[in-house]
């Protein structure tokens, strides 16, 4: 089969563009990574599943990957626009620990996320302060041409380039209007390369510079690591649809600004040749960060008894420039969809695989080469791996190797995956695994012998301690913890 060419949408074009890769053979991908003052929430984990999409697709399309995603551990403001406290400062402060060991343990707690969604390893995780040298020398080469220096820090003057802020269509001050009002700045949307410690203050995280004693700005981090490890111009930057308003046009800037580059309508001299923004998650309430007053992290959906699994399939049910709405009947259904396709892999298992171009087979992966061809729609990429699971007649080892090679691009770890894996069994239950099946074998022989007395007994039993024996359950799950 000949794949289609990869088309991806350009949120700096507005459009869709053929990837051609800078560097023949080759995609270098940077993703902007978490600020870790606290865990993520499920809705900052979308960001990631796409970018793990959007990777797990340029390797399946032959591309050699270079992925980058950065560990923020200094500079982020509490506003997204340069206004309040370095969230890891005050974190800090808030817990009475250090820094650092605020900075270890959320680092971890994402990673564990990362593991538990099936989200491959970057080829770098890059730690922004092992980066503080290669920001002083970023800031002191665009520091006499684009910058000026207040009683603050050290500021970027955007009418220093051209388009400033083509990427979020801010093109007046009032479309700037949540950029923190500091005395002096020449243009409102003026950002700090370079924060001083205010006078009399020390923060554990301060370095020294031209510009005094102090911290980078967050949006300096992400340029400087960028170019140093991909180089510029990269092919693909990534991120959430937040970061298009403001991180993303000045980290924009400060990369023409480097590159002594021009306007953007040549799209690489904004440092990569497309931008890329997955959408919001979004529950009813309209806010990620609290569901009935519980912190909506990954954990939280464990411990209700959801496999992570389950949210990656939610995620992949929609298209990744599309709002997603959270819900706990939204995650369920996706976690039955989930199950389907596992007890269809289930008798697969023991084929070796075979030969994926069978000719029974050209129909649905040439469905599934072109969804993912097209800006990464994995809503039809899963009808596609459905349909083929679908097909009669057919040799099991030719279907497994297609349903791998499937598999491979959407990241649901089918293989692994078993029924006991997605059994819905919320933290905290008393009753193990071993004694529900040992009641369900004694019912299943109570049945056999139309003892319906006893069926009953066990059913009422187990319903006492919160197991629901799943009887009219089309999928045969057997039960469930309520």
């Known amino acids: 089969m000949t794949q289609k060419p990869l088309k991806l949408f350009n949120s700096l074009t507005r459009q869709l563009e053929e990837f051609q890769p800078v560097h023949e053979g080759e995609a270098r991908v940077y993703s902007c990574g978490p600020t870790v003052y606290n865990y993520p929430h499920i809705g900052n984990m979308r960001a990631y599943v796409f970018a793990d999409i959007l990777g797990r697709t340029l390797s399946w399309k032959g591309y050699k990957l270079t992925h980058i995603i950065n560990i923020t551990d200094v500079g982020h403001l509490t506003d997204d626009a340069d206004a309040g406290e370095d969230k890891m400062e005050r974190m800090a402060a808030e817990r009475a620990q250090s820094i650092w060991d605020i900075a270890k343990h959320y680092t971890e707690a994402y990673w564990a996320d990362v593991k538990a969604l099936n989200i491959r390893e970057p080829a770098k995780w890059s730690i922004a302060t092992d980066y503080i040298d290669d920001m002083l020398e970023f800031a002191k080469s665009i520091a006499d041409k684009h910058c000026y220096e207040l009683d603050s820090g050290l500021y970027f003057d955007v009418s220093t380039v051209e388009d400033y802020g083509r990427l979020a269509r801010a093109v007046t001050e009032d ?222 080892g030719v279907k497994r190797a297609v349903v791998e090679e499937m598999d491979a691009v959407l990241g649901l770890d089918l293989f692994d995956l078993t029924r006991a894996d997605l059994r819905i069994r919320p933290n905290g239950a008393e009753i193990t695994e071993e004694e529900i099946d040992a009641a369900l074998v004694r019912r299943k022989e109570a049945r056999a012998e139309k003892d319906f007395a006893t069926s009953d007994a066990i059913r009422d039993e187990l319903a006492a301690k919160g197991v629901e024996v799943m009887d009219g359950d089309p999928l045969g799950w057997e039960w469930k913890l309520g």
Not at 339 to 351: C, H, P
């Open 175 to 396: 479309g700037e209007g949540r950029i923190e009002a500091v005395e002096g700045k020449r243009n409102a949307a003026d950002f700090a390369i370079w924060r001083k410690t205010p006078a009399g203050e020390t923060r554990q995280m301060e370095w020294d510079s031209p510009w005094g004693r102090g911290s980078p700005g967050w949006h300096l981090e992400c340029s400087v690591m960028g170019g140093k490890l991909l180089g510029f111009p990269f092919d693909i930057h990534t991120g959430g649809i937040d970061h298009r308003e403001i991180h993303h046009p000045n980290e924009i800037a400060q990369n023409q600004a480097f590159c002594c580059t021009d306007g953007l309508n040549v799209a690489e001299n904004s440092g990569a040749k497309i931008w890329m923004h997955n959408n919001f998650l979004v529950e009813r309430s309209g806010k990620m960060s609290k569901s009935a007053g519980e912190f909506l992290r990954l954990q939280l959906l464990i411990d209700k008894g959801y496999h992570p699994l389950a949210y990656r399939m939610m995620c992949l049910q929609a298209h990744y420039r599309s709002e997603l709405e959270f819900s706990w009947e939204g995650l369920g259904a996706a976690l039955t969809r989930l199950k389907r396709i596992v007890m269809a892999v289930e008798r697969l298992k023991d084929a070796e695989a075979g030969d994926a171009s069978h000719q029974k087979f050209a129909p649905v992966r040439e469905k599934f080469d072109a969804a993912m061809s097209d800006d990464l729609n994995t809503p039809i990429a899963l009808t596609a791996l459905e349909e083929a699971l679908a097909v009669k007649k057919v040799d099991a």
